[in-house]
């Protein structure tokens, strides 16, 4: 198993995490953007000054306050300024739309929202401004410091009088789910949990002080936020935010800087294998890879280690109602388990794999993932009829994914409940189908959808990017793939398209596809 740190009782809180980090490592870069170089000791004073900002502005502990702006030093700074003051942190989706963002706020009941301006040709100021019965304190980044100004007022007593108020039990966040099936859900989790599962996070994948931590996942997922700068700030790396994902600007960063440690989703890696000029950049010093899927191809893990250069590759399994961690591979695992599992759960988590009744299955056989222990959520925000679903009387955690875990306790995610169709009477796993279509020579990505049949009742729909100069004929590729796998699981449409719809992690919108699927 990864190796286990048990994490210092002092120290589970994010402001003893911040300040612990000051003390460690003052003089140290903790984040680099663009020009601009902040050291832990500089984060610790402007994250306190702003502390003081909440204060002032009349922030009591247990308020709430949403970040809506992409990956960004002062990103890292509100949210840290926010959870000192003991305040909860609502991370925005930055593809949000005003409906969206009027309806969190609103659920939340957050009292101030720190916001960018303009990003990627949206006029995120003016969707705020027309925000219609939304009573919330509205700051711009670029008029963050005079809205500072008010916490000259605070004494230092005063903020460590509210500081000593947040205990490891105490809120830290609210994150809210896709939302692609209903509403989103706010999923609240403590800031003990964040740091025993982000600190056992970290040491396993051997993130250190001595890390250069490239960060592409975007701040408002627990990938960016959880995994990203809290885990670089557990450990004293430093970390470079990366706004928008930008393949040429990546290679840039990483030969500038000497980018050791790159965690992403999967399609990360397969741009960064894909670009034409890859091999002219020095990618020696990648060090350490993490990423994540129901299923990811051999190649492309190998890929990984022989032609960018990683010495080390992981993969974990996680969701945000497990504060972002189930299970993770470890160091010396072969190709095949990197690929194909997701590791064995981090200490002091069960995994237990239930059928459709809720009885345990045993070793080799597939059902619903289910999962108990301390990384699992306090609940969603104000729907307890929710949480009742998702959480036993037991404390089990139904994920609605689906996974097989085999004897020795390594786990392999082979999908979602809700993608799962079924061909004919037999279990259909998209994910599976993605895999064994992405190892011919002409796929690029793929994403699989059950389709109605009036026969078989769903059959598989292939969407296919093809691979750049290629032409694939359908029905070679569905004969090819008759070869691979069963026929039963070999879908019988297939539609081209030029890039498949994903949202800001990386995950395909699979229902915006459903859209498009034409059977006839």
Known sequence: MPTQVEPNPALLTIP?????AAHRW????AVVENAQVTT???LHQRARALAKAFIAHGLASGDRFAIWAPNSTLWQIIALAGQLAGCVLVPLNTRYRQAEVRDILIRSESRAVFHIESFLGTDYKAMLSSLNGVQVNQVAL???????????????NELEKRISKVTESSLADILFTSGTTGLPKGVMCSHGQNIRVFQTWATGVTLSSDD???????YFHSFGYKAGWLAALIQGATVYPVAVFDIDQVLALIQQHGITFLPGAPTIFQSLLGHPQQDTYDLSTLRCAVTGAASIPVQLVKDMKHLLEFQEVYTAYGLTESTGVVSLCQSGDDFETIANTSGRPMKDVQVQITD??????????????WVRGFNVMQG??????????AITPEGWLKTGDIGIQDENGYLRITDRIKDMYICGGFNCYPAEIENSLLEHPDIADVAVLG???????EVGYAFIVAREGSKPDPAELIAWCRGQIANFKAPRHISFIETLPRNASGKVQKYLLKQQMEVS
């Open 16 to 20: 003893a995490i911040l300040e612990s």
């Open 451 to 457: 389709a109605p049949d009036e026969r078989l009742g």
């Open 380 to 389: 969603y925000l104000d729907d307890p009829a929710a949480t009742r679903q």
């Open 40 to 42: 832990f000791k500089q």
């Open 142 to 156: 670029s008029e963050l410091d005079n809205w500072a100004l008010a916490g000259q007022a605070i004494t230092d």
């Open 212 to 218: 250069e931590y490239l960060i592409v996942n975007p």
């Open 356 to 369: 459709s009744a809720g009885l345990p299955l045993g070793p080799g056989l597939a059902g619903e993932i």
């Open 26 to 29: 003052p003089e140290k870069v």
